[in-house]
């Protein structure tokens, strides 16, 4: 080996190469340019990564729009909401038997919205109905899918349960986000929809055990703001201090634009118009007398302070034991 070695010609810690091998060295980028331009592509997927991102959570992406085999219909759901109790709560594992129910009802999803069908929905109520019964089933299927792991939606990290999928809807995917923010509160100004959303949490908007129509939408929605309100977890008078909701707050400007006074109102306002006027039927409530003797006539004098949601699954049926 050591006669091998030296029989090489080193020079300057060089190896010397056969005659005729040319040892000019190859240009390549610096060592700061490679960097720079690996910085400028990676910033560049990130982009482009960041923008696919941004189109998926606001429902901006196309979906196929399989033909029908059948006329639209809410009967499946229907079926379906038969497992929600009076008090709100789901029986969760009864749903799951009925899976396919469920199931067939959200992939009719797929070929019929107000967007792509309006000859379906013609009407405002149609369509309103539609797209609140569209999110809670959608609401529905997600838990299912997870129960009896998912003990509350806020499991997926970074509130992914409302934005992470997205569902084939009249030729557009959209996720739970997209069908609140950009579809229901932009195409409709109005507040009770925060109220009648299935958010599958204990201090959450309730599930009905009828789907909304929109020959009795009005009143549906009406109703779905007064059991609301009317549940001490949402609404609470101590004293001169009223506990709302953190939904109240969260979407305060949408309940103050919905008011003759607009964003210079209060959003006590929009509570006292669903309070009762008695507890007949809610032995112990909060009444509108209560609310008037507490904070006048101008329900502003009195402290609001907003309490923190409760997420925890609205389930009516015992928990199986997980291993």
Not at 17 to 22: H, M
Not at 72 to 101: C, I, M, N, Q, W
Request: hydrophobic residues 40%; aromatic residues 12%; contains cysteine.
């Amino acid at each position: 080996m050591d006669s091998e070695l030296r029989g090489l010609n080193w020079r300057a810690g060089q190896r010397a190469f056969p005659l005729g091998y040319d040892f000019r060295p190859v240009a390549t980028p610096s060592t700061p340019r490679r960097r720079l331009s690996l910085i400028a592509v990676l910033l560049a997927v990130a982009a482009l990564l960041g923008a696919g991102g941004a189109l998926h959570v606001q429902g901006l992406l196309p979906a196929r729009v399989p033909s029908a085999n059948s006329p639209f219909s809410y009967h499946d759901y229907e079926k379906v909401l038969r497992h929600v109790r009076p008090d709100g709560d789901v029986d969760f594992a009864s749903v799951g038997r009925e899976r396919k129910t469920l199931d067939a009802f959200v992939a009719s999803l797929a070929s019929f919205s107000p967007h792509n069908r309006p000859d379906v929905f013609p009407t405002p109520e149609d369509a309103l109905a539609y797209w609140l019964n569209t999110y809670n089933a959608l609401v529905l299927q997600q838990v299912v899918d997870g129960y009896p792991y998912l003990e509350t939606v806020q499991q997926p990290l970074f509130g992914r349960f409302f934005w992470g999928r997205s569902w084939p809807v009249g030729g557009e995917r959209l996720t739970l986000w997209a069908l609140k923010n950009r579809v229901l509160r932009r195409e409709f100004a109005d507040p009770r929809i925060h109220l009648a959303l299935f958010q599958a949490a204990r201090g959450g908007p309730r599930l009905d055990g009828s789907h909304f129509q929109p020959e009795f939408l009005d009143s549906q929605l009406n109703e779905a703001g007064r059991r609301f309100v009317g549940d001490r977890r949402n609404v609470r008078l101590e004293r001169d201090t009223v506990y709302l909701a953190s939904l109240f707050d969260e979407y305060r400007e949408d309940f103050l634009a919905a008011l003759p006074e607009g964003r210079g109102g209060n959003v006590l306002q929009f509570v006292w118009a669903f309070l009762p006027d008695t507890c007949e039927e809610r032995p112990g409530c909060d009444t509108r007398s209560d609310l008037d003797r507490a904070c006048g006539p101008r329900l502003d004098q009195c402290r609001v302070a907003f309490m923190a949601q409760d997420w925890t699954l609205p389930d009516a049926a015992a928990r199986a034991a997980r291993p």
